[in-house]
Nanobody, 112 residues
């Protein structure tokens, strides 16, 4: 299984972006999926997880602003990011937990 993340870009504070993470093959539906991010000079941090049963958890820093979802028919996970702040600037990575597989990352920059 390979993951391909996309959807990053430059957005003004208060704006929105939607990231996508597409998995190759047909094993996507067998694993929980999550998003992480890494800002320059910082360690990679967990952002959110979507379990197989549908439960979602979020880091306090994004709760109420970010929403994770998944479409198993399309082997795709999404991260809807609203009310973006400059401190959300980072490279965002998706992850399949069952096999510890990571996508290549997509850059999100929030700046005026």
């Amino acid at each position: 299984v390979q993951l391909q993340a996309s959807g990053g870009g430059l957005v003004h504070p208060g704006g929105s972006l939607k990231l996508s993470c597409v998995a190759s093959g047909d094993r996507f539906r067998d694993s929980a999926v999550g998003w992480y991010r890494q800002a320059p000079g910082n360690v990679r941090e967990w952002v959110t997880t979507r379990a197989l049963g549908g439960a979602s958890n979020y880091a306090d820093s994004v709760k109420g602003r970010f929403t994770i979802s998944r479409d198993d028919a399309r082997n795709t996970a999404y991260l809807q990011m609203n009310s973006l702040k400059p401190e959300d600037t980072a490279v965002y990575y998706c992850r399949l937990f069952k096999w510890d597989i990571w996508g290549q990352g997509t850059q999100v920059t929030v700046s005026s």
